[in-house]
């Protein structure tokens, strides 16, 4: 009956599964997340293979680069790391797998801002959405299916989009993250970061939205939609439930993801680690949360776990 009256059901066509290259061909495990890997590229392959298996339609790549230049050059370099691994990924799974770009400065800049600055600390709008719509082509060739820009500066959906479009990439997608301030990144920072230093960054409620303000973030959202996104990313989900919601109600016809992040994974591991509590059952609860708010897709570290226990769970019915 707690089926039949049910009006949702999380699958495992909802998630999308972030993964970690790394150039320098190491595999090993994340230390701020641990349960996921750093994979090399013949590695990523087995991965996304199992992602594809497990009924997960998509995977979100995250190229971890041995070094970067000052001003990120070395994403447009010609063989560069990057468009390696969706050149490989895109040979290997043709229309089985939707790979998504994340499109950001941090990849590639040694200081791993996300934006360019002024030597007085001024955020370069134009600048840095120029050189995203550049990287944007260079990953589109490749062979990604969907852009998602993460530097959440002003201008960058407009430039991506436009950056496509003329160089014959009208049907390769944006997805724009949205993103509330929040120390649940950090997992991921460190995860990303190359430096030995951690990694700093430009004041960060210049660009992403201040955590207790909802009228920031739909302003945020509706400039990403009236420059063109195709879809919205909001991250973090748990301390964004509500805004999940009121994006799906502003936008009714735009397809909604929402991110749960490496804070939110590490938290989870964590607790199910020191507790009795069974992790399993938190994670399918999380994420039916998600999708009760509106989410159409979700991103999380647990997609292939929960993937496999949903699969699990239809066969026993079955
Ligand atoms: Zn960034």
Do not use: W
Not at 243 to 258: E, F, G
């Amino acid at each position: 009956m707690i089926r039949l009256v049910r009006p949702l059901e999380l699958t495992s066509s909802d998630l999308i599964y972030p993964i970690f290259v790394r150039q320098d061909g190491k595999s090993f495990e994340i230390s701020s997340m641990k349960g996921q890997n750093y994979l090399s590229l013949e590695g990523s392959v087995k991965v996304c293979q199992e992602t594809a298996e497990l009924g997960i339609p998509a995977v979100m790549v995250y190229g971890v680069l041995q070094s970067k230049d000052s001003d990120g050059s070395v994403a447009l370099e010609k063989g560069n790391f990057h468009a390696k691994i969706f050149k490989k990924l895109r040979k290997e799974f043709n229309d089985d797998l939707v790979l998504i770009s994340n499109v950001c400065l941090c990849d590639y800049t040694a200081e791993e801002y996300c934006v360019y600055t002024s030597e007085k600390g001024k955020v370069l709008n134009e600048r840095t959405a120029e050189m995203l719509g550049k990287i944007a082509v260079v990953h589109a060739e490749a062979g990604a299916d969907v852009i998602a820009p993460a530097a959440m500066c002003d201008g960058q959906v407009r430039h991506i989009r436009s950056a496509l479009d003329e160089a014959g990439f009208e049907d390769v997608s944006v997805m724009s993250y949205v993103k509330t301030d929040s120390v649940l990144f950090q997992p991921y920072f460190e995860a990303m970061t190359v430096s030995d230093t951690p990694r700093r960054s430009v004041d960060s409620s210049k660009f992403r939205s201040d955590i207790i303000n909802e009228k920031m973030f739909m302003q945020k959202v509706d400039l990403d939609v009236g420059e063109g996104a195709d879809m919205v990313i909001v991250k973090p989900a748990l301390t964004n439930l509500d805004l999940i919601l009121r994006v799906k109600q502003r936008y009714p016809a735009i397809p909604i993801a929402a991110y749960q992040v490496s804070g939110e994974y590490a938290m989870m591991k964590m607790l199910c680690k020191q507790s009795h509590m069974d992790e399993k059952t938190l994670f399918i609860e999380t994420l039916s949360s998600i999708k009760r708010a509106g989410a159409d897709m979700i991103l999380t570290y647990y997609a292939l776990e929960a993937a496999k226990l949903l699969t699990e769970r239809k066969q026993r019915i079955a």
